[in-house]
């Protein structure tokens, strides 16, 4: 069965500093993968996604991921956070190569940013 | 281009009611999903339609219940309201495939069982 795990519920960095949002994911199949981005009160929106072309995926707003096979890993990098990026962060991996499976999230990941 | 629609934005119920949420996906896409997100325990997968049929449900009791409609708009049904069903639905569409394309959410409905 395919899952996601993200490791830290909450993240804390200094305007400026460099996000790390850790992802790890399992997968029978080889996977498709994304970041969702969720503000206050709000749905969520499509960061970036891995589906197997280059291993290092640019998203907006200065994001990107890097899809590590041997670690299983899909963690999100910003070089330098705004305070604007504070939001609930959730990671999605494809249910399976069957279409509309369902993507599976993780549990997600609040990113606070402080000045 | 008008993005996916949820309404109402906020539904306050008594418990054992039943709560009636909508969701327009986005021209042209065929296929919806609904999502629970309960505080603390991420988004929960409910159900899936596509071209009018439910496709796939997740792990939830026969009282989450839901159909699509000849213009691909979808309405989920809650039954017999319990107090843990309080939570974020999010409703998303899909082009196709949501393993290639992913989703694009609504704001989703807030669901208050009393």
């Known amino acids: 069965a395919q899952s996601v795990t993200q490791l830290g519920s909450h993240v804390s960095v200094s305007e400026g500093a460099l996000v790390l949002l850790r992802c790890n994911y399992s997968?029978?199949?080889?996977?498709?993968l994304f970041w969702y981005v969720q503000y206050p009160n709000q749905g969520l929106q499509l960061l970036l996604k891995?589906?197997?072309?280059?291993?290092l995926v640019k998203g907006i707003n200065g994001f990107e991921a890097e899809f590590k096979k041997s670690e299983t890993s899909f963690h999100l990098t910003k070089p330098s956070a705004h305070m604007s990026d504070a939001a609930e962060y959730f990671c999605a991996v494809s249910g399976s190569s069957q279409a509309g499976t369902a993507l599976i999230f993780g549990k997600g990941t609040t990113l606070s940013v402080s000045s | 281009e008008a993005g996916v629609t949820q309404s109402p934005t906020h539904l306050i119920k008594t418990r054992g009611q039943q709560a009636t949420l909508r969701c327009s996906p986005i021209s042209g896409h065929t296929s919806v999903y609904w999502y629970q997100q309960a505080l603390g325990l991420g988004l929960q997968f409910l159900l899936w339609?596509?071209?009018?049929?439910?496709?796939n449900r997740g792990n939830f009791p026969p009282r989450f219940s839901g159909r699509q409609f000849p213009n691909y708009s979808s309405e989920l049904n809650v039954n017999a309201l319990e107090l843990e069903d309080s939570a974020l639905y999010l409703c998303a569409s899909s082009l196709g495939s949501d393993r290639v394309y992913g989703y694009t959410f609504g704001s989703g409905t807030r669901l208050t069982v009393v």
């Open positions: 339609y596509d071209e009018g049929e439910e496709r």
């Open positions: 891995y589906t197997s072309a280059a291993t």
């Open positions: 997968s029978s199949v080889p996977p498709y």
